[in-house]
């Protein structure tokens, strides 16, 4: 920001109190989300949005993550005048350079955004499925996604979207009963047909729910310090993970956003750590690598080529 003379304060210290969500702002998503806000300011130009997503995956790296896939909404990072394919293409750039630079199985997920509508969600799966992994020799798209306001945006809304996406081989999952109900999640399913639920909280209350979670290995995207920053969990009660695990739903850890949730994947790990122990913490991972939509990814990490004699 600095570099564009678009640092609102001063300092860096200033400028993490206004990416990173505080503790009087938590209890809502849309509080949550509006922390976005500062970093559009930046991530409207091609080369900002590859530097950022090589930044992302580098601090991925220092915290031991193997298998990353990154969520995007590009339609957000055209106001200044690029393409939705540029936008996605910028980030496909960074990870590609990732890719090799820290020997981690990376993709990319393409969210449409509730609020922008269903029209504008078909125009980005067409657009996903043009740059998806399947169809390149590279990192690509793997996977598409419908985050943002949940209340007033019911999944079944998006379906034709999500038809797109299937037909054209993606991977799918839906942010789903963060901020609804369980009616949400069930919508998630049956009328976009997805294999993984972002967030999930309000399944714990509906039993018929968990069956089905279970039944079909339908596997919860976790987040907990996002879940309790949202007030999507409560802190004084187990988090909804435990209840998953003890129904045999399978999971995965996620940080959702790192920089608003001012975590990191190795905190995430220890919350969960606290509650079960390293053992199964680790049994967690090796399984929810295998619902990973990145080819390959329930393989052995990907190794860096030796250096030759005298190479940097």
Known sequence: MKRHGLNPVATHAEMRRLLALQPHEEGSLLAYLDKFH????????????????IAICADAARHN???????????????????IRQAVRAVLSGMNKARERYAMHVGLIVIAMRQHGPHIAKI????????????????????F???????????????????????????????????????????AIDALGVSRVGHASAAVR???????????????????????????????????????????????????????????QTRENALVAEQLGVGP????????AAFSFIAGANLEPRRLPPRSAGGR
């Open 38 to 53: 500062y970093p559009m300011w930046i991530t409207q130009f091609y080369e900002n949005i590859r530097e950022v997503t």
């Open 65 to 83: 993550v193997r298998v990353l896939e990154l969520r995007y909404s590009p339609v957000i990072h055209t106001f200044a005048g690029i393409t």
């Open 124 to 143: 980005l799966a067409r657009q996903a499925i043009s740059e998806a992994q399947h169809l390149h020799e590279r990192s690509g798209v793997i996977g």
């Open 145 to 187: 996604d419908i985050a943002g306001a949940e209340k007033g945006n019911p999944p079944r809304l998006f379906a034709e979207s999500y038809r797109v996406a299937a037909a054209g081989g993606l991977g799918l999952t839906a942010h789903a009963g963060e901020d609804e109900s369980s009616r949400y999640i069930w919508e």
């Open 206 to 264: 509906d039993r018929a729910l968990i069956r089905r979670l279970a039944r079909d290995r339908i596997l919860v995207e976790c987040a907990l310090t996002s879940n309790y920053q949202t007030g999507a969990a409560s802190r004084s009660e187990p988090h909804p993970i435990i209840r998953f695990l003890e129904a045999g739903i399978p999971v995965a850890i996620c940080t959702d956003n790192t920089t608003v949730s001012a975590t990191n």
């Open 281 to 288: 913490l680790a049994e967690i991972h090796r399984a929810a």
